[in-house]
């Protein structure tokens, strides 16, 4: 099992940057990829980036352009660092790992609350 705990999020005024944090703790071999999703109130999770081994990024068309994904695959932490916020990126971000041992295991952390007032 492995246990992934987010910090970093926050309130800021729409332009402002913040920088959300992933570490991980338990199991943590084979963790093939780590990133982020986010829900806000009434909607669905949605995925906001995802880096694979081999440096491989994803990001949603929403935030690219103005968040970056870094991993740090020795620690098995992920930051992302979010700027030019804007009032829709409001939402809880969970963090997101998978682990491939020829079956595909999916953790996630239990949320930071990211409010961008406008």
């Known amino acids: 099992q492995v246990q992934l705990v987010e910090s970093g999020g926050g309130l800021v005024q729409a332009g402002g940057s913040l920088r959300l944090a992933c570490a991980t703790s338990?199991?943590?071999?084979?963790?093939?990829?780590m990133g982020w999703y986010r829900q806000a109130p009434g909607k669905l999770r949605e995925f906001v980036a995802l880096?694979?081994?081999?440096?491989?990024?994803h990001y949603a068309d929403s935030v690219k352009g103005r968040f970056t994904i870094s991993r740090d695959n020795a620690k098995n932490t992920v930051l992302l660092q979010m700027n030019s916020l804007k009032p829709e990126d409001t939402a809880v971000y969970y963090c997101?790992?998978?682990?491939?041992?020829?079956?595909?295991?999916?953790?996630w952390g239990q949320g930071t609350q990211v409010t961008v007032s406008s």
């Open positions: 880096q694979r081994d081999g440096g491989i990024v």
């Open positions: 997101y790992a998978e682990q491939d041992f020829g079956v595909i295991r999916s953790y």
């Open positions: 338990g199991s943590a071999n084979k963790i093939n990829a």
